[in-house]
């Protein structure tokens, strides 16, 4: 079978050393308002003007970076993992990657839909950071799955 667009096997190793500390540094950036340093950029807002006489003044506005460096953390570590051949890729475990992706597409849109009616304000927007890395969690969860159970009922033959 040809697998073109899945990373080489090695690259999982890779997307977990990426993914666990960037998920790291997202929680701790949403909920302890964590901030890394060297991640601060100054950026020039137009939003703020002071005028006083002919002269406009900018203020100068601080953008911290860090939930921004987390989440690209995040995507690109699950999409490794995800995305990284088995060390036997088969037909079998096309149809189980097959399988998985498409249960987790449903699965997602169906949690979307939940929060879209029930969950309101900054709540809701809580709920959409997480919808964007729901698709490849439940991907990888299913899949590992799948491939379990389906080695220990080839096992049991």
């Not at 190793?13 to 601060?40: H, R």
């Not at 490794?80 to 096309?94: C, Q, T, Y």
């Not at 987790?104 to 929060?115: E, H, P, T």
């Amino acid at each position: 079978m040809k697998t073109k667009w899945l990373f080489p096997h090695r690259f999982r190793l890779i997307g977990w050393i990426v993914f666990v500390p960037s998920a790291i540094l997202g929680f701790a950036a949403m909920y302890a308002d964590f901030k890394v340093g060297w991640l601060t950029a100054r950026w020039l807002s137009e939003s703020f003007t002071i005028t006083s006489g002919h002269s406009v003044t900018h203020l100068m506005d601080n953008q911290d970076l860090t939930d921004e460096v987390a989440a690209i953390g995040v995507i690109i570590g699950l999409m490794l993992i995800a995305f990284s051949r088995e060390k036997v890729e088969d037909e079998m475990i096309g149809q189980l990657r097959l399988e998985a992706l498409q249960w987790s597409v449903y699965a997602n849109y169906i949690v979307l839909a939940i929060a879209i009616l029930t969950v309101y304000d900054e709540a809701f927007f809580n709920v959409m950071i997480y919808n964007m890395f729901t698709v490849l969690l439940v991907f990888i969860i299913r899949f590992r799955w799948l491939i379990h159970r389906n080695s220990t009922n080839l096992l049991a033959l």
